[in-house]
């Protein structure tokens, strides 16, 4: 078996922006779908074959906020990307989860050190896309250098698949070459 193409990914953010919800919509689609939650993260397998390779997708999602911090360093270990999800809503949850999105950053470099990071504005269907005023999120994604902007929403799904592509297609690239050299 090919081990070289399992990828790790982990899944931050707030509490009730969606994580979970888009973890299953996402691998859903797959053929090869687990969900097993274990104390404090639960992970989901999804295989994926790019150009004749099999690739093993580990979406890893903590269970329950800011509980079991001790285990913090586990739940991160070997991770290759991450994605932050907050919410788009415009009320104090959206906006706290926006607010929230550099400390979860924060984490991320201090125990996976400068890995591929997704940003996620879920819960899209909840907004008026023609009027929602963006620039204040895309400023912020432009200064912190993000390997991606994605507007998703796990209930109707739209963006979902884009995105989870971008970070699969993303590591693929980078992890193929490193096996050519
Ligand atoms: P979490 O894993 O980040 O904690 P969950 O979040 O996936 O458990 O989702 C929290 C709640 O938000 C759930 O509602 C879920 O259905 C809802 N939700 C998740 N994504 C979306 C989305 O894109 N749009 C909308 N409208 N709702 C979403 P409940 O009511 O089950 O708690
Ligand atoms: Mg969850």
Request: aromatic letters at 16%.
């Amino acid at each position: 078996m090919n081990e070289k193409f399992t990828f790790k990914i982990t899944i931050i953010g707030d509490g009730a922006v969606g994580k979970t919800s888009l973890i299953r919509k996402f691998t859903q689609g797959g053929f090869q779908d687990e969900y097993i939650q274990t104390i404090g993260a639960q992970f989901s397998k999804y295989t994926e074959e790019i150009e004749g390779d099999n690739c093993k997708l580990f979406f890893w999602d903590i269970a329950g906020q800011d509980t079991f911090h001790f285990l913090r360093p586990a739940f991160y270990k070997s991770s290759l990307a991450a994605i932050i999800v907050f919410s788009l809503e415009e009320n104090d949850f959206g906006r706290e989860s926006f607010k929230h999105v550099p400390n979860w950053q924060n984490e991320i470099k201090k125990f996976c050190g400068d890995i591929p990071i997704l940003l996620f504005g879920n819960k899209v269907d909840l907004i008026d896309e023609k009027t929602f005023n963006e620039e204040k999120i895309l400023k912020f994604v432009n200064k912190k250098d993000f390997f991606g902007y994605y507007k998703t929403s796990a209930k109707t799904g739209q963006g979902v698949y884009e995105a989870f592509q971008a970070i699969i297609q993303k590591l693929y690239s980078k992890y193929k070459e490193i096996s050519v050299s």
